[in-house]
Nanobody, 130 residues
Framework: QVSLVESGGGKVQAGGSLRLSCAAS????????MAWFRQFPGKYREFILG??????????ADSDSVKGRFTVSRDNAKNTVYLQMDSLKPEDTAVYYC?????????????????????WGQGTQVTVSS
């Protein structure tokens, strides 16, 4: 199975930026759909943005809070998916996770579901102070 390791989290001031990385190993990265989730204290893990094997971005209405501020990308040569976070707000404070599932060309909504993702990283803390 593929292993995922997030990095790049930390503490920043409101309005600042962070770039999260998720390094994959043990699988054929280029064939996986990837996604970023975040978990607020006392809440379930929530979908942020995903990126398909093709490079197409997956998003939901719940992604509106990060639209225009967060960007997901992947570098297959490095087996890494990124989450560029700009204009950070205190309400972005959470543990951020990356996840992976083989991209078998299912309907787009499949890749928006937490339950669809088979492999998960351990998470990285992002704290935004005002």
């Amino acid at each position: 199975q593929v292993s995922l390791v997030e990095s790049g989290g930390g503490k920043v001031q409101a309005g600042g930026s962070l770039r999260l990385s998720c390094a994959a190993s043990g699988g054929t990265f280029s064939t996986y759909a990837m996604a970023w989730f975040r978990q607020f204290p006392g809440k379930y893990r929530e979908f942020i943005l995903g990126i398909r094997e093709s490079g197409a971005v997956a998003y939901t209405a719940d992604s509106d809070s990060v639209k225009g501020r967060f960007t997901v990308s992947r570098d297959n040569a490095k087996n890494t998916v990124y989450l560029q976070m700009d204009s950070l707000k205190p309400e972005d404070t959470a543990v951020y996770y990356c996840a992976a599932v083989p991209d078998n060309g299912f309907i787009p909504s499949y890749y928006l579901r937490r339950s669809s993702y088979r492999f998960w990283g351990q998470g990285t803390q992002v704290t935004v102070s005002s």
